[in-house]
């Protein structure tokens, strides 16, 4: 079932989207450099098959580099390696991005935001499609707004509709959550990890609490290197907030953070 | 309240000082005449630099429209080509270097004493400030926007249409605010070099006649024929920003 790009079942009068969603992996190996000075030597970096990985690290630690790689971004550094699916297949057009700055057009209102993938390609928009997955994150109210009219916590919630929409294999998250209050936070991870459930993705974050609720799989990314960490106890994503190993869990990640 | 009350303000100011500077200096009328002479000149004559407001109208509005679709064009042409981008960058900061003015006497020559030549010079003179401001616009898109479209293998066609050209849209309205001001400019050199019909040739033909406080009138006129274009041209562009944001 790898790749079944398109097999979103949806049954529009009741507002469900039903994704049965099983995505591939992903391996990005070999070395980066930013002009001649190595980032990062001879490293792997495996993508958990339908799940989470977090790649934590400080900030400037060239986190977002790799997840721009991998998105085929301009990064201004130089890779040499691979970075290929675990089911061989071209990378290219299979990539979802979702970004710290939700990146909504000021000019379009909220269901043109979503559509605004197949519109830049010049592809028909699936509107009922689109608003079952409006409704469905619970953003019908607001359906015709801009986005000044909407809180932060509302528009990041619109890029999520829109990263969602593209319906790819696999998704990529550039810190998206880190500049929301801790109760939006929250809801946001809760929100996106099920939506998101079965797509293999990549959440590049500094915040190693984050990356305890949500990795099944972690790295770390510090002093040039990329270290494989265990992820908390449970399979299931997110683990629930108040989950005593998960917090230590994180507690332990910001630890080692800080040496 | 303050907001009308300002300019009123500004220019009851500018006119006593006026009138006072006349009085005092003792200023003969073929000199400076004072803001009463100048407002009788105005009356006497309304239909007379009604007629020929008409006609700098007409060619600075024209200008402006030419000018604004030549400039916006251009400005596209170079974002989307980086070869106009080196071929036509390098001409258009030459013409700058040439002083528009100096050109006058030879698109007269060119074009003859009609509208031609005066639409002409006004369209010359708001072409490179249109241009620059919506190219600035069109290349410094925001990294985020483009790089969320490149991930969504958006055509470069409709990434100039649905992202490029609605952001720079705020560069374009500068541009044309400053266009506004300068396109009366080009009209009125135009008509100051030849022309039988306009303010311009009205002022020269006033001076000729020692007819000062008519000049002053028909500068006067062309003053708040500028200003309200400005303004006009101001409202239309926050409206369509206003639209857009």
């Known amino acids: 079932m790898a790749g079944n790009v398109g097999s979103d079942s949806y049954e529009s009068h009741m507002g469900v989207i039903r994704d049965s969603y099983d995505a591939p992996g992903l391996r990005l190996a070999g070395s980066v450099r930013f002009g001649g000075v190595p980032l990062l030597a001879d490293v792997t970096l495996d993508l958990a098959p339908g799940g989470w990985t977090c790649l934590l690290g400080p900030s400037g630690s060239g986190k977002s580099t790799l997840l721009r790689l991998i998105a085929g971004l301009d990064t201004g550094a130089d890779f040499d390696g691979t970075i290929i699916p675990s089911d061989d297949k071209d990378l290219s057009g299979r990539v979802a991005y979702m970004a710290q700055d939700d990146l909504l057009m000021p000019w379009l209102d909220l269901r043109g935001n979503v559509a605004l993938g197949a519109r830049l390609r010049g592809d028909p928009v699936d509107w009922p499609r689109l608003d079952a997955l409006v409704d469905r994150l619970g953003l019908s109210d607001h359906a015709a707004k801009r986005p000044a009219k909407l809180s932060g916590g509302q528009r990041q919630r619109v890029a999520l509709a829109r990263t969602l929409m593209e319906n790819k294999d696999f998704v990529l998250l550039d810190e998206p959550f880190s500049a929301l209050d801790a109760r939006t936070r929250a809801d946001m991870q809760d929100l996106a990890a099920r939506h998101l459930a079965g797509r293999t993705v990549l959440l590049v974050t500094h915040d190693p609490m984050e990356a305890a609720r949500l990795g099944h799989k972690i790295y770390l990314m510090e002093n040039n290197a990329l270290s494989e960490i265990p992820p908390a106890p449970g399979a299931t994503v997110p683990r629930p907030g108040d989950d005593a190993a998960m917090l230590s869990h994180g507690a332990a990640l910001l630890e080692r953070l800080r040496t | 309240m303050i907001r009308t009350l300002t300019p009123l303000a500004i220019a009851a100011t500018v006119l006593l000082a006026w009138q006072a500077l006349v009085?005092?200096?003792?200023?003969?009328?073929?000199?400076?005449?004072?803001?009463?002479?100048?407002?009788?000149?105005?009356?006497?004559?309304?239909?007379?630099?009604?007629?020929?407001?008409?006609?700098?109208?007409?060619?600075?509005?024209?200008?402006?429209?030419?000018?604004?679709?030549?400039?916006?064009?251009?400005?596209?042409?170079?974002?989307?080509?980086?070869?106009?981008?080196?071929?036509?960058r390098p001409v258009l900061v030459l013409t700058q270097a040439l002083p528009v003015f100096a050109l006058a006497p030879i698109l007269t020559l060119w074009l003859g004493y009609g509208l031609e030549s005066k639409i002409l010079m006004a369209v010359l003179i708001i072409y490179f400030p249109v241009t620059s401001a919506f190219f600035d616009g069109l290349m410094h898109t925001p990294r985020g926007w483009l790089d969320l479209a490149q991930t969504m293998q958006a055509r470069p066609?409709?990434?100039?249409?649905?992202?490029?050209?609605?952001?720079?849209?705020?560069?374009?309205?500068?541009?044309?605010?400053?266009?506004?001001?300068?396109?009366?400019?080009?009209?009125?050199?135009?008509?100051?070099?030849?022309?039988?019909?306009?303010?311009?040739?009205?002022?020269?033909?006033?001076?000729?006649?020692?007819?000062?406080?008519?000049?002053?009138?028909?500068?006067?006129?062309?003053?708040?024929?500028?200003?309200?274009?400005?303004?006009?041209?101001?409202?239309?562009?926050?409206?369509?920003?206003?639209?857009?944001?």
């Open chain 2, 157 to 245: 066609r409709h990434v100039l249409w649905r992202i490029r050209v609605p952001a720079a849209l705020p560069s374009l309205a500068s541009g044309l605010r400053l266009a506004a001001v300068y396109a009366p400019i080009g009209a009125i050199i135009g008509e100051w070099v030849g022309a039988s019909q306009g303010l311009g040739y009205l002022m020269l033909l006033a001076n000729g006649r020692a007819k000062i406080d008519l000049m002053f009138a028909a500068l006067a006129v062309l003053a708040v024929m500028t200003l309200l274009l400005h303004k006009a041209v101001g409202i239309a562009c926050d409206r369509l920003v206003a639209r857009l944001n």
């Open chain 2, 23 to 88: 009085t005092l200096a003792a200023l003969p009328p073929f000199i400076l005449p004072g803001p009463w002479r100048v407002a009788k000149a105005l009356a006497e004559n309304a239909d007379l630099i009604a007629w020929h407001a008409g006609v700098t109208l007409t060619e600075v509005i024209l200008g402006l429209i030419l000018g604004s679709l030549l400039g916006a064009g251009t400005a596209l042409q170079l974002a989307i080509s980086p070869v106009a981008r080196r071929l036509l």
